[in-house]
């Protein structure tokens, strides 16, 4: 099993709707990200979590919600989807005494 | 400006090291210099990362400049497999990745 998995790898929803991405680590690391990847660009930071009682936004929050409801879970909502919200979506978890970050497979959302 | 410069694009012949360098000017006293690297429809993959020293580790390299304005990944004989967007990103003191950029696509010929 990998050792941070999102969930669903794929979507396609339409404007307007409310989705959730989740995310699970069995790395037990306390420190979880979102981030947001859009074609041909790198990554920019969404939200992140430094343990279960700590959320704090990134660099692009608006439209965006998370939800910590334990150390291996990390999910992130679009409230109401919009089309440029479609991009590839990464989960990473990183421990805290080490500065390499793990990252998933990614979830490719569309919002048509 | 967090962000670091990278070249678009670079080629490499299989076997031989490769160099991918990395601007960072505004680069903090704190501040540690990560190296990713993503494959086609996967997640960014740790490579290394350092803060004063070089170091080395079982996939590359990391050559920081004395001044820290500026770094080096080295991989020191490129494979095939090694074809990927590599990235260079600064982090703060907590460890968090200011931002990505465009990263430096690594075409790699047989």
């Known amino acids: 099993d990998a050792d941070v998995t999102q969930t669903p790898r794929n979507r396609i929803t339409k404007t307007g709707k409310r989705i959730m991405l989740e995310c699970s680590q069995t790395?037990?690391?306390?420190?979880m990200y979102w981030y947001r990847q859009d074609p041909g660009l790198g990554l920019r930071l969404i939200y992140y979590?430094?343990?279960?009682?700590?959320?704090n936004k990134g660099e692009i929050s608006d439209g965006y919600s998370v939800s910590r409801q334990a150390q291996a879970k990390f999910s992130l909502s679009l409230e109401s989807a919009i089309p440029n919200q479609t991009a590839l979506y990464f989960c990473?978890?990183?421990?805290?005494?080490?500065?390499?970050?793990?990252f998933g497979s990614g979830t490719r959302l569309t919002v048509v | 400006d967090a962000k670091t410069t990278q070249p678009n694009s670079m080629e490499s012949n299989e076997e031989e090291p490769v160099h991918l360098p990395c601007n960072h000017s505004t680069i903090s006293g704190t501040d540690y210099i990560h190296w990713y690297r993503q494959l086609p429809s996967q997640g960014p993959e740790y490579v290394i990362h350092?803060?004063?020293s070089n170091v080395n580790n079982r996939m590359a390299s990391l050559a920081i400049a004395e001044d820290r304005k500026s770094s080096t990944l080295i991989l020191h004989r490129a494979t095939l497999r090694d074809a990927a967007v590599y990235y260079c990103i600064r982090t703060n003191n907590a460890g968090n990745m200011l931002t990505f950029g465009g990263g430096t696509r690594l075409m790699v010929k047989p």
């Open positions: 790395k037990g690391h306390d420190r």
């Open positions: 990473a978890t990183r421990g805290t005494e080490s500065y390499g970050y793990t």
């Open positions: 350092g803060l004063t």
């Open positions: 979590s430094f343990d279960v009682k700590d959320i």
